[in-house]
Structures are given as structure tokens and as C-alpha cells.
């Protein structure tokens, strides 16, 4: 109520709509450290932005996502950037749109592995970082909050580091 910017959303059909942001990231796949960080208000996408900035060149790369990402607009607009979409398959009650070309390949097995790593960030986020109940108002601060949280590229580097020592 006290924040203008903050819009109703609800995470399923089931769940009750709350006033609120959302927070999009792009992680690696080798050591699942943060790429691209996003606030946005809630209403839609930010993964095409965010793909058009994936460093690559004129390389192909590739870009892991969870079912709900899976409509023929955004696999169609992901392979205009030339970006391969390793989008899970929605098939409850129709048909996929990522066909068995991508789906067929072991980087595709491999990148649906490694996409835990995303939420492995959001629950750092929303647990050491202090973000399950934001104190800012406005967009703007909150995607200053979410950037600064991304600290956790700190930890986790310094965890690989352990890892290899």
C-alpha cells in the first residue's frame, strides 16, 4: 500500500496475489556465479534484456530457463539472438515449444542440472541477504539492494577457492 511502484503478483493459481518486485539473475554454469542482476516491476520478463547481454560475441551461447519460460514468442526471439534455449519442457497439456534439436544435445541435460544454482542464489538472497521482506520503496532502491546482495559472488568464489586448496 505505501509503495506506488510495487504491483500485485501471485506465484501460482492457488497462491493469494502480494505486493512486490521481481528479482531476475543470470548465473554461469560452470561455478554458478552471478552474471546479470534485474529488479523489475511485476509484470513480465526480463530475460530477453538480459540475454542481449550476455557476453558471447558472435559465439552461440546458451541460456537456461525453467518451464515457464517455454512459449514459442520467447524461444523464437532467443534464437533471433542467437542464443540456444535450454528452456525446460512444458508439455502438461501441450506442446512444447523447444523442439528435440536443442533438447536432444548433453549441454542441454547439463544446463537443467545446473540451473539449481539459480535458486540456490535466491535463497541466499532471501536468507543471509536479508531479502524476503524488502525495507526500501521504489524500484530503483530495491534493484540497488538486489545489486549490492550480489555479494554472494564474493562467497561463493571464495568457497571454489576452498574447494580447489
Known sequence: ???????????????????????????????GLLVNVRVTQA????????????????????????RGYDTREFVRRLRELNVTPHVAQNTSGRRSAVDGRTVRHEGCGLSQRARKRVEQVFGWLKTVAGLRKVRWRGCEKVGWLVTLAAAYNLVRM???MAATA
Request: proline content about 3%.
Open 1 to 31: 500500500m505505501t509503495d506506488p511502484e510495487a504491483r500485485l503478483w501471485r506465484k501460482s493459481r492457488t497462491a493469494e496475489a502480494k505486493l512486490c518486485y521481481l528479482g531476475h539473475v543470470v548465473t554461469e554454469n560452470r561455478h
Open 158 to 160: 571464495r568457497n571454489l
Open 43 to 66: 509484470y513480465g520478463q526480463a530475460a530477453l534484456e538480459m540475454a542481449r547481454e550476455i557476453p558471447g560475441g558472435s559465439k552461440r551461447v546458451t541460456l537456461a530457463a525453467d
